[in-house]
Nanobody, 122 residues
Framework: QVQLVESGGGWVQAGGSLRLSCAAS????????MGWFRQAPGKEREFVAA????????YYSNSVKGRFTISRDNAKNTVYLQMNSLKPEDTAVYYC???????????????WGQGTQVTVSS
């Protein structure tokens, strides 16, 4: 059974940092693009960041560029999202995503994690 399990969410004050992790199991994802989406209450799920299977290419939404960094460790089948300079508008449930192809919209994703809550207070 393929699973993506997120961890590292929580509550933080504006300007603070959090590091999300997503551990994959069931098969190796070393050939898949992996990434993160987020969904705030009443809003659609939006793209945050993605990384190619080799880690050689990374992609970010304009809203997080320069503040968030995505990375992966294929030996551990894990992808990370380092979030710095957090803002209240970053508050959302963050979902890990994986797909054999590069992606930047939710409909392109074939595997999802269950989500982890990130809350940023002002």
């Amino acid at each position: 059974q393929v699973q993506l399990v997120e961890s590292g969410g929580g509550w933080v004050q504006a300007g603070g940092s959090l590091r999300l992790s997503c551990a994959a199991s069931g098969r190796t994802f070393s050939s898949d693009a992996m990434g993160w989406f987020r969904q705030a209450p009443g809003k659609e799920r939006e793209f945050v960041a993605a990384i190619s299977w080799s880690g050689g290419s990374t992609y970010y939404s304009n809203s997080v560029k320069g503040r968030f960094t995505i990375s992966r460790d294929n030996a551990k089948n894990t992808v990370y999202l380092q979030m710095n300079s957090l803002k209240p508008e970053d508050t959302a449930v963050y979902y890990c995503a994986a797909d054999p192809r590069n992606f930047d919209i939710a409909t392109m994703v074939s595997h999802w994690g269950q989500g982890t809550q990130v809350t940023v207070s002002s």
